[in-house]
């Protein structure tokens, strides 16, 4: 089949999603997790990268005071498919009109070798690693469709914390009556302010996952090791969004220049994303379908953000964030596997 535009293949997933809204939303109640302190004391793990607190942040209007009731919840008939095949490439998920691109399975060295004198000891060691073929989310998940994702479920506390920190200034959601919306302009920005919790369980609702850090960093550099997504050039400002670019978020899918091998889109830059792992030592020596440590304190955000230097938009760089944490510049995007 013929290769949509992204602007088509965005009209086509809000048809769709307008198509279904009638029918019913599916969803998985996220287990109850075990809460973590977030004024756990444990000892720090040796890295370079901690995302600060207190990057320059634009000043945004429309600061939210107080939590919103959540919306009643309504079960009926499940859709009989939860995605629309658009092509071999990719599909169109139905519940929140996301495009989902195809990763097939395959082997590739993860992190960075240790003659590369830009690393980070982190990146360290470079190991092989197998993986099956996933789906990957084409964008980072918006504000719009984390709002709906809410107006679904209402903003559950987990980890101690609720999935979405409503009281930051730079929350680009809003409470408005007994559900949630947008900041206005920002609909298609990427949700910011999101918990590692709320950020799982919105790809539960969505019906996958959040990916892997090996299928993360496979999704961006590809089995030819590029050092970004988009090949090994220098990042610019039509490649990656950036801190020499503009201060804020942008529009999710804004610079298909810079699409990885396999047309993700911003997966350097625009926002830090979450990912499944505990963040960790990497162990040496072949893996097949790894996920990380079995346990930890920090997870693992990946990709640089509008605030980060171009130093951080290599593929292989690893930041860390308490779970429980949100911050302006950290989002995330799904992952799935096959039936
Ligand atoms: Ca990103
Ligand atoms: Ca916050």
Not at 190 to 197: A, C, G, I, K, L
Request: aromatic share 10%; charged share 20%.
């Amino acid at each position: 089949m013929k290769k949509l535009s992204l602007s088509n293949r965005i009209a086509l997933a809000s048809l769709l999603v307008s198509i279904v809204a009638c029918v019913a939303t599916v969803a998985v109640v996220p287990e109850i997790r075990q809460l973590l302190n977030p004024s756990s004391s444990a000892e720090t793990p040796a890295a370079p990268t901690r995302l600060s607190t207190n990057l320059p942040m634009q000043a945004l209007t429309g600061t939210p005071t107080e939590e919103a009731t959540p919306a009643i919840v309504e079960f009926g008939s499940e859709p009989e498919s939860a995605v629309i095949d658009v092509g071999d490439l990719y599909h169109v998920r139905i519940i929140d009109g996301m495009t989902e691109v195809w990763v097939p399975g395959g082997t590739f060295l993860m992190g960075s070798d240790v003659s590369d004198s830009t690393r980070n000891d982190d990146e360290l060691p470079q190991h092989s690693v197998t993986l099956d073929g996933f789906h990957i989310d084409e964008t980072e998940v918006t504000n719009a469709q984390f709002a709906r994702f809410l107006n679904d479920w209402g903003n559950q506390m987990e980890g101690g914390v609720t999935w979405l920190d409503l009281q930051d200034k730079d929350c680009l959601i809003q409470p408005v009556g007994s559900g949630y919306q947008p900041s206005n302009g920002y609909g298609d920005h990427p949700v910011v302010e999101v918990s590692w919790y709320g950020a799982k369980a919105y790809c539960e609702w969505a019906g996958g996952r959040l990916p892997t850090e090996a299928e993360w960093e496979y999704s961006a550099r590809g089995p030819d090791g590029h050092r970004y997504p988009w090949g090994n050039d220098a990042p610019t400002c039509e490649l990656a969004h950036y801190e020499d670019c503009v201060l804020h978020t942008t529009s999710v899918g804004s610079l298909q220049e810079g699409a990885s091998w396999r047309g993700a889109l911003d997966m350097a830059g625009n926002v830090w994303e979450w990912v499944a792992d505990w963040y960790g030592h990497y162990s040496s020596g072949h893996q097949v379908n790894p996920g990380g440590p079995s346990s930890g304190e920090y997870r693992v955000v990946r990709g640089g953000s509008w605030d980060y230097a171009s130093e951080q938009m290599r593929s292989t760089i690893r930041a860390y964030v308490l779970p429980d944490d949100s911050k302006q510049n950290v989002g995330f995007r799904c992952a799935s596997s096959p039936e």
